[in-house]
Each structure stands twice: as C-alpha cells, then as structure tokens.
C-alpha cells in the first residue's frame, strides 16, 4: 500500500470542508491526522447534507484514515493537552475566523514557542490581513466574490443563484484543498531542512481564482474570454449523436487528426475543409454546416463501434457519460472506487481511491471516526500524562466517544 507520508503527525482544528478535504489527502497517503474536535458537536461536517444513513456523505469520505478526539480548548485542561500534543507533531491545520484561535491558545505564535518546527496552516475565505478578513463566508459567496459565480432570474424574475456549474465552481473549492495540502507538504519538507516552521495564510477566495486560472488570465490580458465566447457548433470540437441515439464527443483539432477522421468517417472530401490558416490546429468558431455533413456520417454506426474504430487509429474521442456511466466503467471509474464500513449501520461507503496508488487496488481505508472515538488512545501515544487526562476528564474538557456519527 502506496503509504508516502506516514510518520508524520497533522492535528486538524479545523471544521467544515476545506479543512478536512486538505488533511484528507495527507490522512489517504498514510499520515496520522487527528481531529480536535469542539465537544458535544465536534465538527459541523457531520451534518452537512448529503446525509447517508443518518451521516453526512462528506464525513464520511473526507475524514477517513483519521482518528478523532473531543477536545474543549476554551479550558485550562483542553489548552494543556493542546499544548502537548503540539510538541510532538509536524503540523496543524486550522479554519476559523482571524483572531479566533488566539483567544484559545492555539495561534501559530502561541505554538511555535512550544514548538519552533510546527507548520501551521490557516484556511480563511478572504485571508488574515485584508479588509474582508472578519467577514464569515460559504462557498456561494466566495464564488461570487471571485467571479465565477452567476445569477439569472426565472419565469417570474426572480434571482436564482446558479454558482454551480462543475467547471467554474466546485471543482476550485476542491481544488482549494490540494492548494492547501501541497503548501503545507512544501512547507514541511522546508522545515526539514532549515529546522524551523513556519505560518501559511491560506486564502479561500485566491484558490477559486487559481481555479477559474484560464480565464483570468485571459480576462486580464485580453478583457475578454475565448471559450466562453466560442460560438456553436465547432465541428472539430463537438458532440454528435450515433445510430443508437448515444453521443459522443469527437476532437481531432489537429490536421492529423482531421484527416484521419474524415477518412475512417468516409468523408476524405472534407480534409481541407474548415479554418488551417493557424497552422496545425483549426479551433474556428462556429461551422454549422460542416458540422450538420460530420452528423450525418456519423449516424451511420451505433456509438461503441465508432469509440472501437477511433481508439484504435487513435483519434481523440469519448463517450458523452453521466456521471453513473463514467464511476461504473471497469477500465477507469471501477479500479478508483473504495468501500469503508458505515460507522452506524455497517453498510458499505463508497468513494474513490486517490488518483495514484502502487498498484491502483492497494488502498484501503479506516471508517471516518465518530466524534471522541480516539481521545483516550491518542493522548497516550503523544505521551499526555495521566493527571492531566484525569483533570481533562473530571472538568469535561475530554471526552471519550460522545457521539456516534
């Protein structure tokens, strides 16, 4: 099993999304990740929809491979066995609001005195310093802010906000994680080698930004956005129904190609046609009509035999999947999924493995803990001493598998 990073030790404050998407990618590649989580509720993405089986469905992906402890630090107590852990860890993660952290004693300053080599990462929307530091922040309007949001009104006027097209919205909050994860992994190996850590001021806002990278550059050096003004239908870039009613997506963009394709389509007269004045590439813009001359050859073969024919003289080309049809195909969706143990009920969890694995069908994953589930176990192995356990426990500060989910 592909286990990279094990050996190191992140504690994650954090809560909600970003936080434990960033710690996810460390806790799957063999780090040890504990959650300090704020008792009796612990961590808001419990809840957060979609739920399964009384569970939220991001829990249970995002905090696999990861150990939980309940952990109050607005306590003496809690503050203390904080503080001992810190010793003995590589890194912490927290998402809060600027200043939260140090009135619990948990700040980057705070820490670093205790330990001069902790990397301490902060998730904020709009980052520490800027004049939007203290304002809260969802996804929605991160992406408004950032500019890859939109909003149209419907048949009767009304706004609706339509900031989630796949593209140009969820995938940079995803995104955002792995920004987080590389600095912190970056910053660690740093670390390793000058012997001092060091405080990342992570802002949200620039992840959706460096997500939607294309076309702000090209906003910024153009005042305008090339795909999004590309016209339709582009013939050598399309979508195109077969025999069978099934579409599918063909891009032979290069003259190569093109040619290639017009041959194994039967339409070697269309060699020369479309826009080569570029060179080797015709990204032209709308071609309605040799679009329509495409559609109709290629209505003469149920889609599989055109994939079959295209794979095999190497034209680039797919099928037109939902997203049931891309997870189910044995070749690519099935070797990337991995079930876990539902830590209610026992079902099966299903999700997906990380993209690199040696081999791909090594990984296996623990089930997402429920809140406190770890606390007794892990204190002892980052060397807490008894007394201060016993005075966590006797003052409530600790708990000890106070929430099944």
Known sequence: MFRPLEGLRILDLSVLLPGAACTHHFADYGADVV???????????????????????????????????AL???????????????????????????????????????????????VY????????????AGLPTHGANLAAFAGVASATPDENGDLRHSALPWGRYRIPL????????????????????????????????????????????????????FWENWQQPAAKNGCYEARDGKILGVCPIEKRFWKRFCELIGR???????????????????????????????????????????REHRIPSAPLNTLEEAISDPELGGKVVVETAHPMTGRPVK?????????????????????GEH???????????????????????????ISSA
């Not at 990462?121 to 939007?132: K, N």
């Not at 930004?209 to 294309?214: F, I, N, S, W, Y």
């Not at 007794?376 to 807490?384: A, T």
Request: one cysteine or more; a negative charge; hydrophobic letters at 45%.
């Open 35 to 69: 959650k300090i989580e704020q008792p009796p509720v612990g961590d808001w993405i419990r809840s957060v929809p979609p739920i399964h089986d009384g569970l939220s469905l991001l829990h249970l992906v995002l905090d696999r491979n990861k150990r939980s402890i």
């Open 72 to 118: 109050d630090l607005r306590g003496p107590e809690g503050r203390a066995i904080l503080h001992h852990m810190v010793r003995n860890a590589d890194a912490v993660v927290e998402v809060s609001r600027p200043g939260a952290m140090e009135q619990l004693g948990a700040d980057y300053a705070s820490l670093c005195r205790i330990n001069e080599r902790i």
């Open 121 to 132: 990462l902060s998730l904020t929307g709009f980052g520490q310093g800027s004049t939007y």
């Open 174 to 225: 995803e995104e955002a994680a792995l920004h987080g994860a590389f600095a912190l992994l970056a910053a660690i190996r740093e670390r390793d080698r000058t012997g001092t850590g060091r405080h990342l001021d992570f802002a949200l806002v620039h992840a959706l930004m460096l997500g939607d990278g294309a076309a702000m550059t090209d906003v910024m050096n153009r005042a305008t956005l």
């Open 268 to 310: 070697e007269d269309l060699v020369n046609a479309g826009d080569w004045s570029t060179g080797e590439v015709d990204l032209s813009n709308a071609s309605p009509a040799l679009y329509r001359e495409v559609q109709a050859a290629l209505r003469n073969r149920p889609r599989q035999e055109w994939l079959d024919l295209f």
């Open 351 to 371: 999700a997906f493995a990380p993209p690199v694995q040696d081999p791909p069908r090594s990984f296996a994953a623990t089930p997402a803990p429920a809140l």
């Open 375 to 401: 606390s007794l176990e892990v204190l002892r192995e980052y060397g807490v001493g008894a007394d201060l356990i016993e005075a966590a426990l006797a003052s409530e500060s600790l708990g000890q598998v």
